[in-house]
């Protein structure tokens, strides 16, 4: 497996190829045919570098000052942002390329930090996450998502253990991923 994650197209990486138009024009756009044909472009151009993994699309409900996750996402609106997400995901799948959905569980929307290197947690309950970012992801899971990324963050509500007297990430979080992703959620 070759893997990249190419937010705005490969040209960062590969000189010669053209930047491809971001999520948030995408989910302005609102139309899932587009979207579709972006994500069959996204994957051609990565199967041209021998890349057949696209670690996206992001589909975090991110806070709007979150710096991270600036330019990244569709929508703030979770129906819009599955299916624009489903639409790039399945026209980048239709090529050869897996597309990853991240990061699971999601972001909190308070919070405007970048969980890369900061300790952060979803602070909202479980009912209210699965009523939004989990339902995306289950979406998603349902449409044939090829792979999930975990994110560093703690979601108590979910998993209440704590080490070092702080919630453990789902990056490490048997009850998120092994019990929740893969045993509910059917990844």
Not at 37 to 55: A, D, M, S
Not at 59 to 75: E, H, K, P, T
């Amino acid at each position: 497996l070759s893997a990249m994650d190419c937010n705005y197209g490969i040209d960062g990486a590969f000189y010669e190829f053209s930047p491809i138009v971001s999520a948030p024009l995408i989910g302005a756009a609102d139309d899932e045919q587009l979207a579709f044909e972006i994500g069959k472009l996204r994957g051609l151009h990565l199967r041209r570098v021998c890349c057949n993994w696209w670690w996206g699309p992001e589909v975090d409900l991110a806070s709007r000052f979150s710096q991270i996750s600036y330019g990244r996402l569709y929508s703030d609106e979770p129906e819009r942002m599955t299916r624009m997400a489903r639409a790039e995901m399945l026209g980048c799948q239709s090529v050869g390329v897996a597309a990853t959905a991240k990061h699971f569980p999601g972001a909190d929307e308070m919070e405007y930090r970048d969980a890369h290197t900061n300790y952060q947690m979803l602070h909202c309950s479980f009912e209210s996450w699965k009523q939004r970012q989990g339902k995306i992801y289950q979406e998603l899971i349902d449409s044939g998502v090829m792979g999930i990324m975990s994110s560093h963050m703690a979601f108590p509500a979910c998993d209440p253990t704590k080490v070092n007297g702080k919630y453990v990430p789902a990056s490490a979080s048997y009850k998120m991923i092994t019990e929740l992703l893969k045993g509910e959620m059917g990844f």
